[in-house]
Every structure is written in C-alpha cells, then in structure tokens.
C-alpha cells in the first residue's frame, strides 16, 4: 500500500506541484481557494487542489511552498458530503489507510507533543470548495483517478470481509464492516446517502442504489405474501 498523507515541497517555479513525468502522472484538475480538514482540526486556510493521475495534492496561499499529498492507492474510500449533521460545510469526504492506532482513535488530537502534525496517523481528509456545485465534477475524477490505481489487494477481498452481488455493477465490492453500516455513525449515514466510491471500484453509488431499490422490492414481496396467505 502506498504512504499515506504527506507534506509535499516539490513545487515549480511557477507554483505548482513538480509532477513525475517519467512514470506517466498527469495534471487532471484544478481547483483554487480550495479548503482541506485533516482529521478532527478545523480546515486550513484556502490553497490550490491538484488532481492527478496519481495522487490529490493540495498547496497553501498563506505558506508558500508548503503542501499534503496523497496517492490514490492510499484513499480507501471517498464520498460528496451534503449532510450539516454530519460536518458543517459540503465537501469530499476521503478516508486514507493511515498507521494503526489512529491519532484521533488515541484521543482526538493529530498531534505530537512539540506541536507537529502526524500526517501518517491522519485517516480522514475533507476537501472544502469554494463552488460547492463542483463537487460532483471532483468526484468525478477521484473516481476515474481510482480507476487508474486499482488495489492490488482487490484479489484477497472476499476474504477480509469484502462481499458482492448480481446487483453490484462491474463486479465492484462494499465492505461488510460493522462500523461501515452503523446507523448512529453520520459518516456512514453519509456514505449510503450520497455519491459514494472505493478505490477500483466502479460505479458503486449506483450499486448501492440498485440494492436499496431491490430490498424494497423484496419487502414489497413479503408483504403481498402475508396478505394472500391471511386471505386464505
């Protein structure tokens, strides 16, 4: 699995990131006075956001030359975000596979005692636009880019608690967690009521819409089955 979130310096002289042109990457989008919220802190003042075809880098306007970054073999999950409940501001929600034992599982705060942000225990990350109504279109990319860097791991899924169905559209996968489905997380609630997708997975929003339609069908079954068998 690739590193998770990391700071990033490698920038041009006209501003932006240096890309590594030898493997392939390209710029795919662009986004300015965009916000990122690492964990639980409150989101960094507006930079620039930079979708490749390899990773999500974002660029400070009030540090210059300071940045995170972040591959998408990294993102294990990423999602638009409408619901106040579940954060104030709409954005794309991300999930990043971090360190085990999580700075915000270990008490809420991401940092060390002199002060320094632990990118590497960071497992979420907000994006904030200033157009909300491109959102959508960000989307959009993140999940063509997880097209791109499929999980190499995708093969061993079934056995970690990954599962599928006829519905699921190109043989993608929802995990089976638990936690993913709990109905007094907000994040999950989020996740199954808005655009939703994993990495190498394709199309999944309209899968899990698919096998919401289908359960209502089932239980429309169940229920004129109970009626024909009371009418007897």
Request: hydrophobic residues 35%; negative net charge.
């Amino acid at each position: 699995m690739a590193p998770g979130l990391q700071h990033f310096t490698d920038i041009t002289g006209d501003g932006g990131p240096r890309l590594e042109a030898a493997s392939g990457e390209e710029l795919l989008r662009m986004d300015r006075a965009a916000s990122v919220a690492l964990g639980r802190r409150a989101p960094e003042p507006p930079g620039t956001l930079f979708v490749t075809t390899r990773r999500v880098i974002w660029l400070s306007e009030t540090e210059k030359g300071q940045g995170y970054a972040v591959d998408f073999l990294a993102i294990t999950l990423h999602a638009v975000s409408r619901d106040p409940e579940a954060y104030p501001s709409p954005c794309i929600y991300t999930q990043i596979d971090a360190e085990d034992g999580s700075a915000e599982e270990a008490g809420g705060s991401d940092f060390e005692a002199n002060g320094d942000l632990q990118l590497a225990k960071v497992s979420e990350m907000r994006i904030i636009l200033s157009d909300p109504g491109q959102l959508d279109a960000l989307f959009d990319v993140f999940c063509h880019c997880a097209e791109l860097n499929p999980d190499p791991n995708a093969g061993r899924n079934e056995e970690n608690g990954w599962f599928g169905g006829e519905n699921m559209a190109e043989g993608g996968w929802i995990h089976g967690d638990e936690d993913m489905i709990d109905g007094n997380d907000l994040e999950a609630h989020t996740f199954f009521t808005n655009l939703i997708g994993q990495n190498g997975v394709h199309d999944l929003g309209r899968s899990v819409r698919e096998l919401q339609i289908d359960d209502e069908r089932f239980e429309d079954a169940e229920e004129e089955d109970e009626i024909q068998e009371n009418g007897h």
